[in-house]
């Protein structure tokens, strides 16, 4: 009788496949995973894998033929222009789907339908800070406007023909890793990936730190600790420009010394918060400063650092134009590049777009609100957050005038509130033109062009930089922005009364801009746009100290060569540094110091100013001030809220080098009374403690503290790279940090035959097995540039080009 | 002679299914092949799982190595915190081994009963 271990040889090899295709009994699917036939061996891609194919989708109206060169580097030439999006879209998709769904699953706020109840709150914040709201908004004036609908439709159809195409063993490896399928491709969703990019860069608020700040310090301190001015502003539109008279009147309402400046509300929300340091510079050299004679721009936006990364380079070629630069995965048209006349690229403007206003509902239904001296109807959006595993989580989230109550008692971030509520308004919840600006620019000849391209970009707002083979160059502070009335919106607003909303929006034509100037250069850096004669409030939270160098150093300059913007676009010279440090030197008291004390204060007396990578210089310098800031301030906010904005390394500075003799610099925990000599001795002292211990891991020369890394999307350390030796820091022109510095460096010169030159951390391809993955992250590492190749037709037999593939209908 | 040739069927067929079909069909293969071609259960189970160990073995090595193993190193360190290509190698091979192993014991034992 065999029946019995017939069965239980059966049991044992369903128990087997059972246990080795789920996740039931081990952490991982193994079996799944590891199948050479399906798993991810099929994400092993050969070390001399080619990219030759020919396809053939009834959606397209022409032939596109697109030719990869030895980087990867599709060059996309299309019969059609929107033919041109329908193989952007497929190429997307075929390098990077993973990417392009996780960051719109997280902007929808739809990140516990693959992760699970850990990515709730996640998901509740964006729910009610309205992301899904504002993207059907945005969807609406994309698909009213023609040339965006048909480029969207077309991008879409193209990220769906690879989708609808694909099979188990082709699909990116952390959808295997992670248990999950890709869905179909939508135009919103391409909203929402611009969206999620305005929340990047167009979201940061302090509002809730800051109305913590001033209801515990007093006027005056809170003046001194957040002051709106720096003395070391050198604005991206210049000192003594002449602003004529605003079109927009603001008037702050009656009670704002009354019940706003004065309202001692103490709040204890944690929001989850854009980096606040997404800058970038760029900045262009007319050709009266360069060698050639012609225009050089250079650009190089900071953002997080992530693999794959954020940016696609590739080139465009259509019967209507021809552009080459970084486009975004999710998205039609090259964001930041040049075509055969012209060329530009983008810093952040950074101003406050998103403020608060506390509503007071009648009761808990919260079905009516007072405002303006009457019962408003609430409006309710259902928020349905599926969890994986889990039943789903309805969030009913209220609207009122002002936009969504992102806060209340049942939801915080991740702290506890009280009772109250707090509706959110917020810029990019108003229509814009993101996408059709990129598409003008993408077609522009000249300035004209540019200027009637760029003003459609409302949010995020921009600082373009332009210039044309003409010689023309041109920076605007471009955006749509809330014209506000002084300190309007830096603390959480009363939402009962109408004169506390946005009065009006600043006309398209005071946004500060420059055209052809004399000094015969443009630049931003995130610094504040104007100095104080702009009729505007243009809030207080700006960096100044990468515009005060960049202006140095372009001021001096003549004869300009790509390389010298090269040199300079990866300069770590730390202006903040050469400012603070005098300060250290003229007034430590040497004496109190021991030996490790006085080498570490010799090495920094040697220290050439620049954050290179075996320098200890900056390291002792990072971590003094740190300490220093630590001894002035840590008495005053020791029993401080715990949400509260920290006073900017600028305004510490300031104040200081203004008065010597500084209000903060007194310990009030002592009787005794604390001058700027103690104060630096006494921070030199901990500091030595720090870096005694960072010198016994080896950690004092800079990159090895810095430790710059480039994540993997999902945190997946061995698709990460880690402890990059690179140099730079928040104050430098090479604002590379631990996780953050430049997405894509870019450097143009717009001579008879454009030149140009390029490099992202990352690779064109997204899968982690491939060689394509961050093959261009060395090449970064060493502040080094890649030849950018605009190819032309008839081209075709270049050595550059290795592969190609063809596209029909 | 019976043992060489079902290792080979069994391979053959498994790569042909696994074109098409989830990876435990290696399992019907296994299962099939035994039944129909009748050996002692232990040397069915044998052959059922040499034959994967060997294919699997095989396939995954000829992949890796083709990549430089850049991806084996990664997926080695990911899934079982080893930087070790062979190791993910030799973990592939046993588990297609022992499934396919399983399943022609149980393919002889049906023929038997």
Known sequence: MKLLPCILSAAVTTGLIITLNSKLLLPAPLGKLLSPQHGVWQNAENADATFNETFNFPQLKGKVNVYLDDRLVPHVFAEQENDAYFVQGYLHAKFRLWQMELQTHAAAGRASEIIGEKALTHDREFRRLGMVYAAEISLKEMQADPTTRASCDAYTAGVNAYISNITEAKLPIEYKLIGYQPEPWTNLKTALFLKYMSYDLAAHDDDIEMTNAKTYFSPADFDLLYPSKQDSLDPIIPKGTIYAAPKVLVKAPATADSVYFANKDLLVMQEEKPDPENGSNNWVAAGSKTKSGAPILCNDPHLGLNLPSLWFEMQLSTPNFNVYGATFPGAPSVIIGFNDNVAWGVTNGGRDVRDYYEIKFKDESRNEYWFDSAWKKTEFRTETIKIKDQADYIDKVAYTVFGPVMYDKTFSGSRITGNKYYAVRWKAHDPSKELLAFNMLNHAKNYADYLAAVTNMHTPGQNFAFAAKNGDIAMRTQGEWPAKWKGQGDFIMPGTDSSYMWQGMIPQDENPFQYNPERGFVSSANQKPADSTYPYYLGRNYPPYRGLIINRKLTAMSAITPQDMMAMQTSNYDVFAEMARPLFLKNIDEGKLDESGKKYLDLLKKWDLNNDINATGPTIFSVLWTCFDSVVLRDEFKKAPQVISHPFESSLLDGILRDSSYKFLDNIETSAKETLADDVTAAFKAATQQLKIEESKSHLTWAAFKATRINHLAKLEPFSRLNLPVGGGSHCINATKSDHGPSWRMIVSLTDKTEAWGVYPGGQSGNPGSRFYDNFVDQWVAGKYYPLWMMKAGEEKDGRIKWKMSFSN | ?113
């Open chain 2, 1 to 113: 002679m019976k043992f060489i040739v079902s290792l080979v069927l069994i391979a053959l067929l498994s790569v042909a299914a696994c074109l098409y079909l989830p990876w435990w069909s290696i399992a019907f293969v296994a299962f099939i092949v035994s039944g129909l071609i009748p050996q002692q259960p232990g040397k069915s189970f044998l052959t059922g799982f040499i034959s994967i160990l060997l294919l699997w073995g095989s396939l995954s090595w000829y992949i890796s190595s083709n990549n430089n193993h850049v991806l084996a190193h990664k997926v080695s360190i990911l899934m079982f915190k080893t930087d070790s290509p062979f190791m993910l190698i030799g973990i592939t091979a046993i588990i297609g081994a022992l499934v396919a192993g399983f399943a022609a014991l149980s393919g002889s034992y049906l023929r038997r009963s």
